[in-house]
């Protein structure tokens, strides 16, 4: 009986133990362990791009990126060993990229194109029985060099409107001076002014060119001015002579 009752108070702990070394060596392919996150989300040409790994474990044998939908050695970009001195080992998909491993699990893609666009997948070999994953779509855009109006944002907007708002007002009000100015010079130059400036040159007009105009058209009266003239200078001569009295 003493037997027996060892027996089943040893029997809990052993298969405790035999639970837990399972969960350790048992092949594990996780996918929600991880998560990769994109910075910036939205990618542009020639714009550096960080797929950062969360979740990571802190002790791991390597870890491996991929471009594509399946992952072997087609599509393999690199392999990152942290115990070798040289620890990123490029694969077949790099090609002329300019991509840089980090012992986080991290990728930096520099000088984004749009054909390094498409699904990119990191596998974490924590230990031989356990890989863990993640994948994420990478879109690189390109970039707009005539941007549309409609798109623009509120700050270009509100800026556009500080700026055309005063320039607006100065046209308005360097307007508004001179169409005062312009105003004020025509009433300077109103009809009854003119009337007084033409009625006051009237007279002169009549005593000067009108009667040298009379006179060039009768010749007869100019005589008879002259005449007139010297009969009244020789009887002015004659009264002059009157005084003079015989003694």
Excluded at 176 to 203: C, D, E, H, M
């Amino acid at each position: 009986m003493e037997i027996l009752k060892g027996t089943q108070g040893s029997f809990p702990k052993v298969l405790l133990l035999t639970a837990s070394i399972l969960a350790l060596w048992l092949p594990q392919g996780s996918w929600a362990t991880l998560h990769i996150q994109k910075i910036p989300e939205r990618p542009q040409k020639d714009q550096d791009l960080l797929l950062s790994v969360l979740g990571v474990p802190n002790t791991f044998q390597d870890f491996t990126w991929y471009l594509g939908e399946d992952t072997d050695g087609g599509t393999r970009l690199f392999t990152y060993i942290p115990e070798l001195q040289r620890p990123q080992r490029d694969g077949s998909a790099m090609g002329q990229r300019d991509i840089v491993g980090f012992q986080n699990g991290s990728l930096l893609l520099r000088r984004a194109q749009p054909s390094d666009s498409g699904t990119y997948q990191v596998a974490v070999t924590v230990n031989p029985a356990w890989t863990m994953r993640a994948k994420t779509e990478v879109q690189v855009a390109e970039i707009n060099k005539q941007p549309s109006t409609a798109h623009l944002p509120l700050n270009a907007w509100m800026v556009a409107a500080a700026i055309i708002g005063p320039l607006a007002f100065g046209f308005f009000l360097i307007g508004s001076i001179a169409y005062l100015l312009v105003t004020r010079g025509w009433r300077g130059r109103s009809p009854r002014s003119q009337f007084n400036t033409s009625s006051s040159r009237k007279p002169y007009a009549q005593t000067g060119s009108g009667s040298l105009w009379a006179h060039a058209c009768n010749p007869s009266s100019l005589g008879g001015r002259d005449r007139k003239d010297q009969g009244s200078t020789t009887a002015q001569g004659k009264k002059f002579k009157r005084p003079h009295l015989n003694h």
